[in-house]
């Protein structure tokens, strides 16, 4: 479940962070207001404390009672800023003079998107967004703290049935970095493709 849910985070969280990317960029002033708002308080926010919040707070004000949910929910939106910030970094590397040339060469906007600002967006967007995933899975054993049967929660279970308590943990350490090395590995192998091309 951990990897599900990591990837359902991090699907959420590039939804909505690219949501508060338009908003960023915004001609109308309240739209900006509210992101650098919501980005302070984010910022500001442990992560622990945002997933508690989140299922004792904000759920219930709602009455959404699913705390497992909500507090995936809270993942979600405290990552939304960091995820919007990969695509502000990814879409400024489109610079005005690649824009203008587009635009001398008549391109459509179909084959700007297609033939220049996409590939260089996610050329640009893998490496941080692969390391951001990293970052969420290993965020994700906070939710033992709403009984979510993660990794985590799920090692402490089998700890108190076993009394098992220092096997328990370097098997949980271990599962966690069977995770997360692959992942940056690959991250790497990806860079290295592209600075290549």
Known sequence: KTVLVSLGVLVGSMVTG?????LAKSDVLFFR??????????YGTPLLVMIIITAFVIGPA??????????ITGMVIYFT??????YK??????????YMAMDLFGFTSYQKYR????????RILMPPLMNN??????????LNVLSFRELFYTTE????????????????WMLYIAITIPLSQFVKFVERRWSLQ
């Open 115 to 122: 033939y220049i600002i996409i590939p260089q967006v996610v």
């Open 81 to 86: 800023p960091y995820m919007s910030n990969i």
């Open 62 to 71: 709602f009455n959404i009672f699913n705390r497992p949910v909500m507090g």
């Open 157 to 172: 279970i089998m700890r108190t049935r076993t009394f098992a308590t220092t096997e328990g943990y370097i098997v949980m």
């Open 133 to 142: 995933f990293s970052l969420i899975i290993k965020g994700s054993a906070l």
């Open 33 to 42: 207001a509210f992101v650098n708002v919501f980005t302070e308080i984010i």
């Open 89 to 98: 970094s990814a879409f400024s590397s489109i610079t005005d003079e690649q």
């Open 18 to 22: 690219f949501i508060v990317f338009l």
